[in-house]
């Protein structure tokens, strides 16, 4: 089991069939981590100019963030499931 935080872990042990929102929005923010990870990758890459990626590519990566954090926002607030 892997816990950013202790409070996931009690999550994960106390698991209750209302709280599957939240299970969802806890994994919306670890793609969150992983896109940063992968900006900071791709940061180095235009640092040394070893760029393949086109600007197209780079526009719609642009939106990624905006529509997952849109996507945590409805989740905390509407509690859909």
């Given at each position: 089991m892997f816990?950013?935080?202790p409070g996931h872990c009690f999550i994960y042990l106390q698991y209750d069939p209302g709280v599957g929102w939240l299970h969802t929005k806890i994994?919306?923010?670890?793609l969150l981590s992983g896109y940063?990870?992968?900006l900071s990758?791709?940061?180095k890459r235009f640092?040394?100019?070893a760029?393949?990626?086109t600007?197209?590519?780079w526009r719609v990566m642009n939106g990624v963030p905006m529509a997952l954090?849109?996507?945590?926002?409805i989740l905390a607030a509407v509690k859909p499931f």
């Open positions: 816990c950013v935080r994994f919306l923010a670890l940063h990870g992968f990758a791709s940061r640092a040394a100019d760029n393949t990626r600007a197209t590519f954090i849109i996507a945590v926002i």
